[in-house]
């Protein structure tokens, strides 16, 4: 993943709303949410709301797609595993490890 693309990413998501509205619709799954749903279930003004998915759709983390006469917003799931690819390919000094979800840490961090 170009380096770029990660800061752009990272930006994004570094602002409260955004990353509201982004785990909103990670949680919303396939099904995405409209921008009606999402303002109402965030408390985020519409117009305010707009700017936020603008720029997480900027950074190529989100979708959208015209269903009728309503927009449904995705998580884009491959921008975002590419993220994390990104951020934790150097774990454990580059060897493969098996995170063990623990009480206090995982078995390679």
Known sequence: MDEHIVVRALAAL???VRLQVFRALVVAGDEG??????????????????????ELSNAGLVTQERASRHIIYRAAYDQMNALLRYLTENCCQGAACAVERTATRSSCC
């Open 33 to 54: 949410l409209t921008p009606g749903t999402m303002a109402e279930a965030l408390g985020v003004p519409q117009n305010s709301l707009s700017f936020h998915l603008k």
């Open 14 to 16: 570094a602002q409260p």
